[in-house]
């Protein structure tokens, strides 16, 4: 299985704050890396897509980069309702894995 | 635009089955070339996914899991379905089916039902 590792595993941040996360591949996963948003009681939601992809209806302030093992994601300027938690998942291979999340406090 | 929803019983158990449906509205489940997903996320931990069926019916497994797992399609009712045998405690979690949403060879889940908390306890 290819192992996902995702840093922080926590973050406090202010409104307006730029936030990086970083999530690393254990084998090469081209840009088959995709980024999701958690929120209690709420659907997951996808952000972004095949690395940079940004999916439809999510705001710009959110942007991907990254291939082969090193990948981030990168909120421009935060806002209230990003205060969440975020999992990085790779879709090279299956069985689909997922980072161990990140949980972006306010401070 | 298409949605989820999954059902099924809240406490299950030791030794017992695991059953869950996820419902597809907005969409048929049969068309459109989609797998579909089911994924779990054990209370303060991360996700792990468990499987997906494509339309035609054929299925794939983590194999973590996969001696215990089978997952279903039930077209008539726009339905797929999750079965876990032989459960333990380690299976609690909130089970989330998706969709495997696709563009070219690049797959991502998307959507999302709101997920299923599914307690194992005597």
């Known amino acids: 299985d290819i192992q996902m590792t995702q840093s922080p595993s926590s973050l406090s941040a202010s409104v307006g704050d730029r936030v990086t996360i970083t999530c690393r591949a254990s084998q090469t996963i081209s840009s088959y890396l995709n980024w999701y948003q958690l929120k209690s009681g709420k659907a997951p939601k996808v952000l972004i897509f095949a690395a940079s992809s940004l999916q439809s209806g999510v705001p710009s302030r959110f942007s991907g980069s990254g291939s082969g093992t090193d990948f981030t994601l990168t909120i421009s300027s935060l806002q209230p309702e990003d205060f969440a938690t975020y999992y990085c998942q790779q879709s090279y291979s299956t069985p689909y894995t997922f980072g161990q999340g990140t949980k972006l406090e306010i401070k | 635009q298409v949605q989820l929803q999954e059902s099924g019983p809240g406490l299950v158990k030791p030794s017992q089955t695991l059953s869950l449906t996820c419902s597809v509205s907005?969409?048929?489940?049969?068309?459109?070339?989609?797998?579909w997903s089911w994924i779990r996320q054990p209370p303060g931990k991360g996700l792990e996914w468990i499987g997906h069926?494509?339309?035609?019916?054929?299925?794939l497994y983590n194999p973590s899991l996969n001696s215990r797992v089978s997952i279903s399609l039930d077209t008539s009712k726009n339905q797929f379905s999750l079965k876990m045998t032989s459960v333990t405690a380690a299976d609690t979690a909130v089970y989330y089916c998706?969709?495997?949403?696709?563009?070219?060879?690049?797959?991502?889940?998307?959507?999302w039902g709101q997920g299923a908390l599914v307690t194992v306890s005597s």
């Open positions: 998706a969709r495997d949403s696709f563009s070219s060879s690049w797959y991502w889940f998307d959507p």
């Open positions: 907005g969409g048929s489940i049969s068309s459109g070339d989609y797998y």
């Open positions: 069926i494509y339309y035609s019916g054929s299925a």
